[in-house]
């Protein structure tokens, strides 16, 4: 049973064109993440939600939208795709800590290609 | 500003041998210190962290080394197995940082038989 899971795997698309990945974790954690893995293999954070509350909101484009219907549940919306977007999507979750490290579980990512 | 920087793109080592992942970070305010591993189209998974409290943490086959002085730290691996070569990830967190990890690059680390 995948803990964070994200749909779809892989989305190959037009320049111009709008898109959703969806993400979900069964771990009853309160915060969850979209990360992005571009050419150069860094993982950068976009954003963090906690408790449906966005906490975290990178220097994003703002055709990347992100919305949580509830805590278990994190999308990433993405406008008006340009070429540049092509990256792998990273899902994660967490729990709030009150001491110790913050320990991230990732999905499997969602590679999008842009043509 | 790269905070979290892993110079070693890659690694090999030898089946049975010690492997040393390197990791240089510029923040002080860093108040933990996490390493992943990452196999190929999975995500990265949680392998070891240490608090700045501290010098050394183990676990099993691995041990985290910080040297706050150096902005530096290392993940130790001995005994290598090829099930270890991997993408090694090293990655920061600060207590004012909102919960946020950041993360180097990463290092491919290949264990040959």
């Known amino acids: 049973d995948t803990a964070v899971s994200q749909t779809p795997k892989y989305l190959v698309t037009q320049m111009g064109n709008d898109k959703s990945i969806k993400c979900e974790q069964n771990?009853?954690?309160?915060?969850m993440y979209w990360y992005k893995q571009d050419s150069k293999k860094f993982l950068k954070i976009m954003f963090s939600y906690n408790n449906k509350e966005l906490i975290i909101n990178e220097t994003v484009p703002n055709r990347f939208s992100p919305k949580s219907p509830d805590k278990a549940h994190l999308n990433l919306h993405i406008n008006s795709l340009e070429l540049g977007d092509s990256a792998v999507y990273f899902c994660?979750?967490?729990?709030?800590?009150?001491?110790?490290?913050?320990?991230?579980?990732f999905g499997a990512g969602s590679r999008l290609t842009v043509l | 500003d790269q905070q979290v920087k892993q110079n070693s793109p890659s690694l090999s080592v030898q089946e049975g041998r010690i492997s040393i992942l390197n990791c240089d970070y510029t923040n002080s305010m860093f108040d933990y210190f996490l390493w992943y591993k990452k196999y190929p189209a999975e995500g990265p998974t949680f392998l070891i962290s240490?608090?700045?409290?501290?010098d050394k943490n183990e676990d099993g086959r691995f041990t985290v080394f910080l040297n706050k002085s150096a902005k530096h730290l290392s993940l130790h691996i001995v005994p290598s197995q090829p099930g270890d070569s991997a993408v090694y990830f090293c990655a920061a967190s600060a207590i004012q940082g909102a919960q946020k990890l950041v993360f180097g690059q990463g290092t491919r680390l290949t264990i040959n038989p």
């Open positions: 771990l009853g954690h309160d915060t």
């Open positions: 994660a979750s967490s729990r709030r800590r009150s001491g110790g490290a913050n320990v991230l579980t």
């Open positions: 240490i608090s700045s409290i501290k």
